[in-house]
């Protein structure tokens, strides 16, 4: 899911007023699907079957689009086949601290899609960070929780300021001026029946 180069070109984003003192994030030329559950979506070009167009990779960032297909269908995040365990229906998936957020003995929270049982291995050889601190789960279920946001405000003629990066707004719960001046980047889940790996 590593970004390539010409693919971290980000769209320019304003506000518009959509009712009395209601003020809203959206592009010049926005299409409905543009919003999710109320949240306008960062729009991020895939150009992986284009070689000619998509430049050089680059390592550390990530395809946020792919990284949303991935948590969707829970593919995983390495050869982007189904995740999950075809034997028992689990799902492996490596954890470190940055990307995980304990709610519960056996839950949490993460924008980390899962690795199948067959790049476990790779995954650990290839990611500095993952070797260093991870830990690996199996998981009985995923369920979308929410997206990690870009927060604006706007100032001066509409723009907007930039007040808060990766932040986590859950579906529906989170408060609505998060939503309206939210730019979701990244998709998060809801892990349940987690059980570490010895
Ligand atoms: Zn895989």
Not at 3 to 30: D, M
Request: hydrophobic share 40%.
């Amino acid at each position: 899911m590593t970004a390539f180069a010409n693919e971290l070109i980000a769209e320019p984003i304003q506000f518009e007023q959509i009712e009395r003192n209601l003020l809203q994030l959206t592009y010049r030329t926005p299409s409905p699907t543009d919003w999710v559950n109320g949240i306008l979506r960062a729009r991020v070009p895939d150009l992986r079957d284009q070689p000619d167009q998509r430049g050089p990779e680059r390592m550390g960032k990530l395809n946020t689009l792919r990284q949303w297909h991935a948590m969707d269908k829970l593919l995983c995040q390495v050869c982007a086949e189904p995740a999950a365990n075809v034997r028992t229906g689990r799902i492996p998936w490596l954890l470190t601290e940055t990307v995980f957020q304990r709610t519960g003995y056996d839950s949490g929270h993460t924008d980390t899609p899962p690795t199948c049982p067959d790049c476990v291995d790779d995954a650990l050889k290839q990611c500095p960070a993952l070797r260093a601190g991870a830990a690996l789960y199996t998981v009985a279920t995923a369920l979308t929780a929410g997206v990690l946001a870009d927060l604006y405000r706007p100032a001066r003629d509409l723009m907007p300021v930039l007040y808060g990066h990766n932040v986590f707004v859950p579906w529906h719960t989170g408060p609505a001026a998060h939503h309206r001046g939210g730019l979701a980047t990244r998709q998060v889940v809801h892990l349940h029946g987690m059980k570490a790996v010895i």
